[in-house]
């Protein structure tokens, strides 16, 4: 029986593209991932925006968080029934809050507030979640919250030494694990957790069944905040007419996490970087089609002898690019959206939201769509077009426009004193500028990709310059936090004496204040820190104004954050402030410095003798900041357990011990984290142009194998061939390195204006760091020689025979 020759259903021109698909996969694997890393970095971000954007808002809602938060004295329970009265007032909780240290074996000690709570089975407002054992903790025991910045190595069922005000001590056991999405807002000065324990537990420790913090949300979704504020001036009038002084109110949206505008922000600067990346990878596009139409031009013009029309040609090759599109979707939606969703849900972590579950996002489809095939049909237009309307004379000729080269011109030229330049690198120089239209786009390519990754080092270091402008805020080498007041020249005297390494003690006063309008309306809290007029711990970067003069009364400088409630303001306006306890009264403005609005509300500073007098703590302070012989970390660690032993000797009342460092590390977590964001897209750019590269250099050893075959026949052999390729590849990467230098400078710029309005609030200074421009040489060395490695041994094992028989 005879078998049967199926036949090839295809039309011709269909075939030759799935055999331009399947038989020249290299090209293949070129473009497609040059159109995949654009459409994935797209896909990822838009992922991660719209994951966040939704789900933590719906997840801070969730918790049902206060609307309104008060510190005030203590008081008992019959004071929420009289706030549950007024109106707008959906509900009241009175927690009982207090500062201590906690610590496990002899291991160190953390700062924690202490969480006091009547029924945890039956609390409605600030939910948590659990993440291991209960968040309801019985007698003796405690819930500890854990998230990224509050990790203490506690796990269920360790036993916790607990240090109370009193110098007390308690052990209590471990009942679970939690997150506490109420801790969200950042705060460098903050505790490193909280800790839960019920009034029933506190009551034993002889600290009374009361509150001294009241916790309201109002009626509706919690999303109008001028209905917040009108239920939170009546609340804080109830307040006081039951005999209680407020000390600090704060007011929060139930629909809007605390920290979203700025995550969403960052996400948006990705995003940004992410578009980049599509339009880079169209550059990559145009490079290798534009080859690909110079090397199939033959083939074009036997199509057009036998019948082909321009139009079918064009809509043939079009056809081509859709097919890598279609690919290249195929892998980047997945990884997109996996990539994304591990990205959100990295971010949520940090604020202590919980996503509601892994998803395909609709929309980032669409664009992930959208720019998969607009991007790479934009980009190979013009090429294809080109090529499908050359004539068949000079398609199937062997001239080529742009074939004889200039370098080689300049070679000629270039007499005697380029002789002892082996001819071999000569080549190589001669053939990095044979084809200028594609060394530009390469270059292109390869530089945006470096500035970008130089630009986030300098990123890096211009933030980690502001942060070390805010840490000074709030530290000393190491600082001191009392449990109760203590003599200024007491404390001083005693460390200073006894206390080897310290060098010198500031005490710092403070209060928690309020700003009100001359409508008698509150505007913002007002956090005033009061140093010593001589202090050493504080440079403040004026945006206006002056210091406070030794001795001033009712004077103040303020942070720029005061520009959102009074963008006018000039030094010598007054503000009127109230201080608790204190009726309101004017101050005077006579400065305005540089701080970073993402830590809440405005920052003041004023004469400690005169603030100090105000809170009735006369030459008193909580707090002091101690100066030391050496600034190294160990040497922190090492006096601050020397510190500890001491003051706990002398019974003094410690409420904590931080050192300067763990500071700094709380305070740049979120730079850190946003740094490691910014590398990410970094990396992802380096990995476009290194496409681009290995692409150009695959290109240039094609269509120079008949040269390679000269050269094999003159002699030449495998180490001088991939040498010339290897060679003209670092010549590239140098020059794209010089350039990226210096565009490096404009793109820093532009993301520092970004992060500096969305993140900080305020401007940032660019500080230009040499680490990310070194780094980028070793890696633009690295990627020229992988970039090369394989068109150079592709080259180097080309026979004579095959290089002197090609077309």
Same mark, same amino acid.
């Given at each position: ?38 459409? #994935? /970095? ?23 968080? /206060?609307?309104? &938060? ?154 109008? &905040? ?100 279609? @690919? ?228 103040? @400088? ?51 003798? #005169? ?53 700094? &590390? ?10 490691? #964001? ?24 094609? &269509?120079?194998?008949?040269? @390679? ?35 490096? #400078? ?62």
């Amino acid at each position: 029986m005879k078998g049967k020759v199926k036949p090839n259903m295809l039309r011709p021109r269909w075939s030759k593209v799935f055999s331009d698909l399947w038989d020249d996969k290299t090209r293949t694997l070129l473009v497609v991932a040059s159109i995949a890393v654009g459409v #994935f /970095a797209v896909g990822m971000i838009a992922t991660t925006f719209t994951i966040l954007s939704n789900d933590i808002h719906a997840s801070y809602a969730s918790i049902n968080p /206060a609307n309104i &938060e008060v510190r005030t004295d203590p008081f008992h329970d019959n004071l929420l029934r009289v706030i549950e009265e007024i109106p707008g007032v959906e509900d009241a909780e009175g927690h009982y809050v207090v500062n201590v240290r906690a610590r496990k074996d002899s291991g160190p000690w953390f700062s924690f507030a202490l969480i006091g709570m009547d029924d945890f089975g039956h609390n409605q407002i600030n939910l948590v979640e659990t993440l291991e054992g209960t968040q309801i903790p019985g007698k003796d025991e405690i819930v500890v919250s854990k998230d990224m910045r509050a990790n203490t190595g506690f796990q269920v069922g360790d036993e916790v030494q607990i240090e109370l005000p009193d110098g007390s001590a308690r052990t209590l056991t471990v009942a679970g694990l939690i997150t506490d999405q109420s801790t969200a807002q950042p705060d460098p000065s903050a505790a490193d957790g909280n800790i839960f324990i019920t009034l029933e537990t506190l009551s034993a420790f002889g600290l009374g069944e009361y509150s001294n913090r009241l916790l309201v949300t109002v009626q509706g979704d919690g999303g109008d &905040e001028a209905f917040i504020s009108s239920v939170a001036a009546v609340v804080e009038e109830k307040i006081e007419r039951n005999n209680l002084e407020v000390y600090q109110v704060t007011e929060q949206l139930s629909t809007q996490h605390p920290m979203s505008d700025s995550i969403l922000a960052i996400i948006g600067v990705l995003g940004a970087l992410g578009i980049l990346i599509t339009v880079l990878s169209g550059s990559l596009i145009i490079n290798t089609l534009n080859a690909m139409m110079a090397q199939q031009l033959r083939q074009i013009g036997v199509m057009k002898l036998v019948g082909g029309l321009s139009k079918q040609i064009m809509g043939m090759y079009l056809t081509l690019i859709l097919a890598y599109s279609v @690919i290249a979707l195929a892998i980047a939606v997945p990884l997109g959206a996996l990539a994304g969703y591990g990205l959100a849900n990295f971010i949520a972590n940090m604020m202590g939201a919980v996503l509601m579950g892994f998803r395909f996002i609709p929309a980032a489809i669409v664009m992930q769509a959208v720019i998969a095939f607009l991007v790479p049909l934009a980009s190979g237009f013009v090429p294809v077009n080109k090529g499908a309307r050359t004539n068949v004379r000079r398609a199937i000729s062997n001239y080529r426009p742009g074939n004889q080269s200039t370098g080689s011109n300049f070679l000629n030229r270039s007499g005697a004193w380029i002789s002892w330049i082996s001819r071999p690198i000569l080549l190589s120089f001669r053939n990095t500028f044979r084809k200028t239209g594609r060394l530009l786009l390469t270059i292109f390519t390869l530089t945006v990709a470096g500035a970008v990754f130089i630009a986030v080092f300098n990123v890096r270091a211009s933030m980690n310059s502001v942060m070390q402008q805010v840490i000074q805020h709030f530290m000393g080498d190491v600082s001191i936090t009392f449990s109760r007041p203590y003599k200024v020249d007491q404390i001083e005297r005693v460390l200073t004496a006894n206390v080897p390494g310290v060098t010198g003690v500031e005490a710092w006063g403070g209060a928690g204040a309020e700003i009100w309008d001359e409508n008698d309306e509150l505007v913002t809290a007002l956090a005033i820190t009061a140093p010593p007029q001589d202090t050493q711990l504080l440079e403040p970067e004026f945006v206006a104004g002056r210091w406070i003069l030794p001795g001033e009364k009712k004077a103040m @400088i303020v942070s720029d954050a005061i520009y959102i409630y009074y963008p006018d303001l000039v030094p010598g306006d007054a503000l009127t402030v109230k201080l608790p306890g204190v009726p309101k009264e004017e101050w005077t403005v006579v400065g305005v410095f540089r701080f970073v609005s993402i830590l809440g509300d405005p920052l003041a500073y004023a004469n400690f003798e #005169f603030v100090a007098d105000k809170v009735n703590l006369p030459n008193q302070s909580f707090s002091f900041r101690i100066i030391t012989s050496e600034h190294d970390v160990a040497s922190q660690l090492d006096l601050t357990r020397r510190l500890d032993q001491f003051l706990a000797e002398r019974d003094y009342s410690v409420s904590s011990i931080q050192t300067g460092a763990s500071l700094q &590390e709380n305070a740049t977590l979120a730079v850190d984290t946003l740094i490691s #964001f910014l590398l990410i897209m970094a990396i992802l750019t380096a990995f476009v142009g290194s496409i681009g590269l290995t692409g150009t250099m695959s290109i240039n050893v094609l &269509e120079r194998t008949r040269e @390679i075959g000269v050269m094999r026949t003159i002699g030449a052999v495998d180490f001088v061939i991939m040498q010339s390729v290897i060679i003209e590849a670092l010549i590239i990467g140098m020059i794209t390195w010089v350039l990226a230098i210096g565009l490096s #400078f404009p793109i820093s710029n532009a993301l520092l204006t970004i992060i500096g309005e969305t993140m900080m609030g305020s401007p940032m200074t660019l500080v230009f760091t040499p680490t990310g421009l070194f780094v980028w040489l070793g890696i633009v060395i690295v990627l020229s020689i992988i970039a090369s490695i394989m068109p150079a041994r592709n080259a180097a094992r080309l026979t004579i025979n095959e290089v002197l028989a090609y077309e």
